[in-house]
């Protein structure tokens, strides 16, 4: 064996075919691929192959550790893919033949038993070679070089042999158990199946059956029924009674005739809107409707396949048909339009409905509020005056103003607002939070009209009295908090006289006189306090400078005069100085400078003491 890269050109390379053993030459041109060519031009087509059987064969040779591919295999009773392994072979011989003509590539032992390995390099195994194989109760791998390259190393092809190439399983007996097991599963999942069906088809057909007779008595219990429509009134006034009692198909599913539970549609769901925020289709208002037990409980959960199989007359169809059936017929008349995954009733039917419904709300609310009332004040009453009345009694009593029932008459619109007016007022008046009401609404509360004007007339007596206390009280407070004051700033004799003096400022009362007449009196005497104290503290402050004036003089004076002439100087009146006394003149700077220059001329006139 001799690959092209280690011989020489031409002929001289020195080989044969290892299939039909001609002559080769090598052809090593710069053109072409390197590769071997029959000398005599025609190629026997079998050369490659045979060297790949043969090359392989070495490599068993050489290096026994091959891969063997996964396969199916049991454990615990259960199918499994056991993962391929890499095994140590032990090589036997080269082929191996018996009298059923197997004739495997390579024979060898791995894992204590014998392995048959099939090199397929153009052709794989057929059927025939497998079933042969499984006869003789031998393994058997198949190693595909099909595809490994004709200009391939002896390296490449070792390592696709042992490891890389594809490889199958034709034979192994735990391949066969599995798939025995695999067919066993399944003929018995196949006859499970079958049995399923045959009890869901027997299931199936007593359904139907038994909803057909359950559908035929419904039919013939509905036959003739009446029943009164729920809040008929209401949809005759908007034009939709003439949509409640719409035949159609699966229509007696329901306890009750077309009109009941197709008017509870109307009204519960569209109107009311029950469902919430709920899609409004028709299978959450069939659940609406079996909440209300208005489905007959055999069809509430009835299959499409069971509905479509039941065959009577009229037709039968599952609730939720039924109800869909009756959507599309309102959708078809106008009463509901689309809006988006959900169903509305039209506007001009849901308006005039919401008004009427909120103007029927307010005036429920206003007669129960009246009655509520009503009782109430009956409740206050004694039971002398009160008798047998009731708030019941008393809506079925006449109004006197409109000649009505107070029931009727709570409903106008022009003698509601009128009679709630006056109740409350009766109310407040019972319950001591508001004046004496004079209308009587109908009710015996002419004593309790007595009552209320005795209990004012006393409660403003003792208001008046209270007021006049309050009124003492403050006078009081406001004199002592001037007295306060005052003795904070004055004592003795002139606390007396300013308290009980008179002022032009105090409109001509005392200081005490204007803190008893009000909170204002009390702010100017309190003015008048601090004008006589601010006016005491500069008189004595004027007094202690016209004093150091006057000792300062008096020392001038001493320095410059005779002791003979101080005392006709400081106590002589002088035209010059207001006809007063130097010592009185004096009381601030300038007037002790001018008095200076008195002593002056004293001095000049008469001399010094010296």
Request: hydrophobic letters at 40%; a neutral charge; aromatic letters at 6%.
């Amino acid at each position: 064996m001799a690959h092209i890269s280690e011989v020489q050109r031409g002929v001289a390379c020195g080989c044969n075919c290892p299939a039909c053993s001609g002559r080769l030459v090598a052809r090593k041109g710069d053109e072409k691929v390197p590769h071997f060519g029959h000398d005599d031009g025609e190629a026997c087509g079998g050369g490659p192959e045979t060297v790949l059987h043969l090359l392989a064969k070495e490599v068993f040779r050489a290096n026994p550790t091959m891969l063997l591919p996964e396969r199916l295999g049991l454990n615990t009773g259960n199918v499994v893919m056991k993962p391929g392994q890499q095994v140590t072979t032990h090589f036997l011989r080269i082929e191996f033949t018996d009298p059923k003509r197997i004739i495997p590539d390579l024979y060898v032992r791995a894992l204590g038993y014998d392995l048959f390995v099939e090199v397929a390099v153009t052709h794989a195994s057929d059927e025939t070679k497998i079933q042969r194989l499984r006869e003789y109760g031998i393994m058997a791998v198949e190693i595909d070089l099909s595809r490994l390259p004709r200009d391939s190393t002896r390296e490449q092809i070792a390592d696709a042999v042992l490891r890389s190439a594809p490889r199958r399983w034709l034979y192994h007996p735990d391949i066969d158990r599995a798939q025995a097991k695999n067919r066993a599963d399944e003929e018995k999942w196949q006859a499970a199946q079958a049995k399923r069906y045959a009890d869901f088809q027997a299931k199936h057909d007593k359904r139907v059956d038994e909803l057909a007779r359950a559908y035929a008595e419904a039919l013939r219990q509905l036959a003739g029924k009446k029943v009164p429509v729920p809040r008929y009134a209401e949809l005759q006034a908007i034009g939709l009674a003439e949509h409640a009692g719409i035949e159609v198909a699966g229509y007696a599913c329901f306890t009750v005739p077309p009109a009941v539970w197709q008017a509870t549609i109307l009204a519960e769901v569209f109107h009311d809107n029950c469902l919430g925020g709920g899609v409004r289709k028709a299978v959450p208002i069939a659940k609406h409707l079996e909440k209300r037990r208005l489905i007959r409980p055999q069809f509430q959960r009835v299959s499409r396949e069971v509905a479509d199989t039941v065959m009577v007359e009229p037709p039968f169809a599952p609730p939720w048909k039924a109800i869909d059936s009756y959507l599309l017929h309102l959708l078809g008349t106008g009463v509901l339009v689309k809006r988006g995954y959900s169903l509305l009733l039209a506007n001009p039917f849901a308006e005039e409905w919401t008004a009427r419904t909120l103007a029927e709300k307010q005036r429920t609310a206003v007669m129960h509020a009246a009655v509520q009332a009503v009782d109430w004040i009956l409740g206050q009453l004694p039971d002398a005056e009160r008798a047998d009345m009731t708030g019941e009694l008393w809506l079925d009593s006449i109004h006197a103003k409109s000649g009505m029932t107070y029931r009727a008459a709570i409903q106008s619109d022009i003698e509601t607002p009128k009679i709630a007016a006056e109740i409350d007022a009766v109310v407040a008046m019972i319950g001591n939070s508001g004046p004496v009401s004079y209308a009587t609404v109908g009710l015996p509360v002419e004593g309790a009209i007595e009552r209320r004007k005795a209990r004012m007339a006393k409660q403003a007596e003792e208001l008046r009295e209270k007021q006049v206390q309050d009124a003492k009280r403050l006078r009081q407070s406001r004199r002592d908090r001037l007295c306060v004051d005052a003795e904070q700033e004055l004592s003795g004799s002139d606390l007396g006289v300013f308290l009980n003096t008179k002022h032009n400022d105090l409109s001509g009362m005392t200081p005490l006189e204007a803190a008893e007449d009000s909170e204002s009196g009390l702010s100017r005497a309190r003015n008048v306090l601090s004008e006589l104290v601010r006016q005491r503290r500069d008189e004595a402050e004027a007094a202690v400078e016209r004093k150091r004036y006057q000792d300062m003089l008096t020392a001038e004076a001493t320095r410059r005069l005779t002791a003979k002439n101080l005392s006709a100087f400081l106590n002589g009146r002088d035209d010059d100085l207001g006809r007063t006394t130097p010592l009185l003149y004096v009381r601030n700077d300038g007037t002790y400078q001018k008095a200076l220059g008195k002593l002056a001329e004293w001095q000049r006139g008469f001399g010094g003491p010296f």
